[in-house]
């Protein structure tokens, strides 16, 4: 995506290529699948005035090629910057400014790599990177639309069959299997988190009963390596009148929030303006208000008390305020959004309580 | 885990104490999970002379409070390792040398450590945590013995209901439901590549229908944090004498390969003489014999041409040659093992071609 607003990065940093690397199958760096498509280990070269290649271990080159670079290089075995050093220069590249994502660099990899391409620069372009693939294109939102649909289908169907699942683990399965089923990855492992549990937000289902009480489900899908991201709070058993007053105070705030987005917006006014419409519950809210969501699950806009960033046309984030009550409960309630002139909401599983 | 012979590593680098973080909720930085029991985001100090504390956020603390470590800091929204420095001054720890692991540390958040920490100096422990997770106590020998057997039970089970199965999505998510639906996690997302998809060792299943021929099922679960990993390649449809052939060469290089390992054997010998009893086929066997299993799917020790690496009592890894033609189709055969004065076969599915 966006190779040409890239190129255009590196010639104002006066960078001769960039070099991206993923060497880890579990996870793979964002700016390596966002650029070329290519999905397993290796190292993406991107010239500032010359096509982009990839640079694998032999077990990935038939892989590579099905990405969106059909220039591809076979790496030689554990020797990884060696190989990269030398098809640079066969490649005659220039090679005395490397623009490296520092955030996706680590030090041994540094170490490697600076054993390699010995009196050179390199310029940090993590953030640039984050930039551009903060506004989305037009192809990334009907990606990221397919995704929600994707996300709320199958959030859906587990809620219909909520009253079937006896333990948390059931629940969470059932999500991975109809993301699987669908051809789709997960975003993250899903959230099923009972009663107390729910007051942890980022706790990891087990195998214990459905307790009774608000019950947090946070899921989302990967559909062409774009993510979605949606929670439900649903109730298992008879909510008080109390419990009934706080869901509909958070749902309250939660379209309140969403309403008070606008262009130019700095994010840390929505973070405000949620937390303080949360009063006397503004201490329970232990967590950002929301997060970009593209090829990564947590990615630009941070909606967070001190972020600088600000609302822009075709970004994609979510909107997820939540508050927690240590070993007793957890609601949160969240959708993924687009911002097109106004907030558009992606993610379209109703929102009024459901009483299992 | 072996916090004790960590301490012993501590005061032999003359370091005040080993810093660790996780800053994705993705991907947990191994040490972390392996000293602390902890999978959250958020900084373990590990004093040498102290007992360890964990520093995170206000959204983490309860679940922290579940891990092994009793010490439990609350980090200040955004500023990680500023948090830290000040729990470090609190606690008045000696601050000079400071032992990190440089290959779970990014350029960034080396920027930012430095920027709290001045005048100190890093010494790089990645191998010495490595060295220490390569051979496993007891308790984790248990662990990973039930994993095995969980894997087993579960791919079996996938076996017996293959013929039910029209995709390799549809095979994949069933491997993922029913290690969810036992309570435990994927160590990686299961591979399940059928016909001219076998070629490529890492290849993602997809919503194809799963061709005749050679189909690779590689698995694996985690319980309680510990991985296991095995691959079996059934056929669909009717083999060939060749393709039997084939896949009974293979099987026996697997088996003798097993059979040549002994204490203190050298790695790169295993990957040598299975390369060599491959023949003519050698130069399809595009990836390592092998690695360690632990609390990463992927740890020490290396079973490749160049590892240094030795065998040695308490030692979990795989066998696992292959043989891929581009285009046309794959097979692997994959086990765990544990090395105990005899390798010790840990998955225990029958490697008997299977016909579908």
């Known amino acids: 995506m966006r190779i040409k607003e890239f190129s255009a990065v590196l010639g104002k940093k006066n960078a001769d290529f960039a070099l991206f690397y993923s060497s880890d199958s579990i996870k793979i760096n964002p700016n390596v699948f966002y650029f070329s498509g290519y999905k397993g280990l290796g190292a993406l070269v991107m010239p500032a005035k010359k096509i982009p290649f990839l640079v694998v271990p032999d077990m990935e080159i038939e892989r590579a090629k099905k990405s969106m670079i059909k220039k591809v290089y076979s790496m030689e075995k554990k020797k990884f910057f060696e190989s990269v050093y030398k098809v640079i220069k066969k490649n005659k590249l220039r090679a005395k400014n490397i623009a490296i994502d520092n955030n996706n660099f680590t030090l041994t990899s540094y170490k490697h790599f600076k054993k390699q391409f010995k009196n050179i620069k390199t310029k940090d372009i993590n953030l640039d990177c984050l930039k551009l693939r903060e506004i989305k294109t037009e192809k990334e939102i009907q990606i990221l639309k397919k995704s929600c649909n994707y996300a709320d289908k199958i959030i859906q169907k587990a809620i219909n069959n909520f009253k079937d699942f ?5 629940a969470s399965s059932f999500l991975d299997y109809e993301t699987k089923k669908n ?20 706790y990891e289902p ?3 009963k459905i307790k009774k009480g608000f019950c947090v489900v946070d899921f989302g899908v990967k559909c062409k390596g774009y993510c979605s991201d949606i929670t439900r709070t649903i109730y298992v058993g008879s909510p008080s009148k109390k419990e009934k007053e706080m869901y509909n105070l958070l749902l309250s705030i939660q379209k309140n929030t969403i309403n008070q987005i606008k262009n130019n917006k700095k994010c840390s006014e929505l973070y405000d303006y949620a937390s303080k419409i949360l009063g006397k519950y503004k201490d329970n809210f232990i967590h950002g208000l929301g997060h970009g969501v593209g090829v990564e ?3 630009l806009p941070n909606l967070t008390l001190n972020s600088k960033d600000r609302i822009r046309n075709n970004m994609v984030f979510t909107i997820e305020p939540g508050i927690y009550f240590p070993k007793r409960f957890g609601i949160r309630i969240e959708d993924t959004v687009l911002f097109k002139n106004k907030p558009i909401i992606l993610t379209k599983t109703s929102k009024d309580l459901l009483i299992i």
């Open 206 to 208: 087990s195998n214990v």
């Open 166 to 170: 006896k333990t948390e683990s059931e």
């Open 183 to 202: 051809g789709l990855e997960l975003s993250f492992s899903p959230i099923v988190a009972s009663g107390s549990n729910g007051s942890m937000p980022h």
């Open 297 to 299: 699950i947590h990615e």
